[in-house]
């Protein structure tokens, strides 16, 4: 009986439901259990009353209808995952040997092509780029490079190796067929060649930053506008042209910015502010007598400048020195210069000649009130100022120089017309030099430019080893005169040169050359008292004088001579700078000073000089004009004379 109410029940409690041809609807009544014995007859129901329906289940209804709309949907889903699935793999089975879809080399598709025809699609489209001009930009500056001069191309197999293989994820798969991917070339470089190319853009891009300034262009302001200033990163910029120009367009390589310190604010506030209302008008200063002085607008650019003040503005400057330059010799001629006292020697006595106290203007105060002058909108007018002026060397500073004897003297001669011209023209300059305690005497210093404009005339010099001649030449003779004058007065040897030979008129090793410019004669004066210098010259001899106070006595010692050596012959073009000469040897010798106590005696210093002289060399000068033919010579009346022995030319003047 359990087994028949089961089975009565059975289809509500499977887990699957009603079958399929079932109504879910209806609900079979249950059948009571039979009594025991005999089955007795069933009663006839009454005619006016029907059999009740059994009432519905609603909600188990709904859920048998349910379940029956998932199976229809799980079956649908199944069907899609079953063809999606074939579809997956017929396209992996198709695809696998070739390049992913969707993908891209510097804008060309090879996506679904094979290795093979991959490749062969890049180098047909991207080959040629390889050896086009290449657009760059680096900052404002626009040029081109050819990738192959600057050794890139492209390795074709690693390129397409790039792409990679086939993707597994089937979503990927899907998304490929709507999308693209820019895989880049794989460049192939030589450094070398690269950095010099990205080096060629950098000298034309990279520039320092042009600063705000304000410059004047005689009476007008030119205010100058900031400029940025730009550096090319070339290492950076070497990586950016190798990933990029393969596109074919423009390969914009980075660069750094170099900023400016003053703003263009700042440039117009100076403008407005100070350099405008500078050049409005002229400055004048007054000075004695009612002679005025003006420093005109068109030159006030020479006087105001501008310079950054760190915090993007213009600061104004003023060169005292340049206005004073422009107005001092408008006023010169109102004021007293000072006179150092100096010495005569009339009388065989030193005699001192008092100094002189000027009058001149004090530049620096008188242009003090300058900026607020050139910022004025109405006069521009301020008096000179005067003050007294001492001279260097005082009539009292001269007394105390102890100038009162002759310490030294020497004279030497021998000299032809133009080189005496010279030698005294040279001597009245450094006539009356006083040399204070301590202080370093220079030749050239004293006497400055020796030229035509200074009354020099052409004379002997010694140029290259040789007799030439040259303006102011014959000076050497009275450096040689001044040297020992020096030399005897116990000066301190500063700097002097002997000539490169001997030249007979002057002590061997006890002699100096000068040239101007290169080789000076320069001593210092090691006393406590002054020296003067005092030079006699005349037609044929030049002597050096020098008074002071006489402290120490001088003795020279000259040594003997050896290792002679022969001269050289040189044959040169006759002409006004070929100067003959018949030679002689070179030699060495020595010049021994010995420096004692006046007083005393004693010895205060001894001092060897070793000196060489190259020999003179044999000149001869050459006319290159045809000889004239030979005549026959008659015969002589009588025997001719003995030929008289040549004669030695004389030694030419060397050095300046």
Known sequence: ??????????????????????????????????????????????????????????DAAAATQAKRGWVKYAAVAGGVVVIAGIAYAADWMISADRVPRGVTVAGVEIGGESVVDAEQTLRAALGPRAEQAVPVQAGDTDTTIVPAQAGVGIDWAATVDRAGSQ?????????????????????????????????????????????????????????????????????????????????????????????????????????????????????VVTGKDGVVATLPRDRIGTVLSFVPDGDGGLTP???????TAILAPQLAGTEKKPKDASFTFGGGAPQVVPSVTGEMVQWTKTLEPLPALLAAPDARTAPAVYEPAEPELTTDGAKALGIREVISEYTTGGFEYASGVNIRLAAGEINGAIVKPGETFSLNGYTGPRGTAEGYISSGIINNGRPDTAVGGGISQLATTLYNAAYFAGMDDVDHTEHSYYISRYPAAREATVFEGAIDLQFRNPASTGVVIQTIGTNSDITVRLWGTKTVDVESVTGGRSNFTSPTTISLPAGPHCVSSGGAQGFTTSDTRIISDAKTGAEISRNTRTVRYDPVPVVKCISNEPKPDPKPAEPAATPPEEPAAPATPAAPEPGR
């Open 167 to 283: 993707p597994i994820n089937p979503f990927t798969r899907v998304a490929s067929l709507f999308t693209t991917r820019e895989i880049g070339v794989v460049s192939t470089v030589d450094d070398a060649d690269l950095t010099a190319a990205i080096t060629g853009v950098q000298q034309q891009a990279d520039r320092a930053p042009r600063e705000g300034a304000v410059v004047f262009e005689g009476a007008e302001v030119v205010p100058v506008d900031p400029l940025p200033g730009q550096a090319l990163d070339v290492d950076a910029a070497k990586d950016t042209f190798v990933d990029d120009w393969a596109f074919g367009t423009t390969v914009v390589l980075p660069v750094d910015t170099v900023d400016v310190t003053v703003t263009q604010e700042g440039v117009d506030t100076a403008v407005r502010d100070v350099a405008a209302p500078a050049v409005a008008s002229d400055v």
């Open 317 to 323: 400057q003023y060169d005292l020195e340049a206005a």
């Open 1 to 58: 009986m359990s087994d028949e109410r089961d089975g009565a029940n059975g289809e509500e409690n499977r887990p699957d439901g009603p079958g399929p041809d079932e109504n879910p609807t209806e609900v079979m009544p249950a059948v009571p259990p039979a009594p025991v014995g005999p089955e007795p007859e069933p009663e006839p129901a009454p005619e006016s009353e029907s059999t009740p329906e059994p009432a519905p289940v609603p």
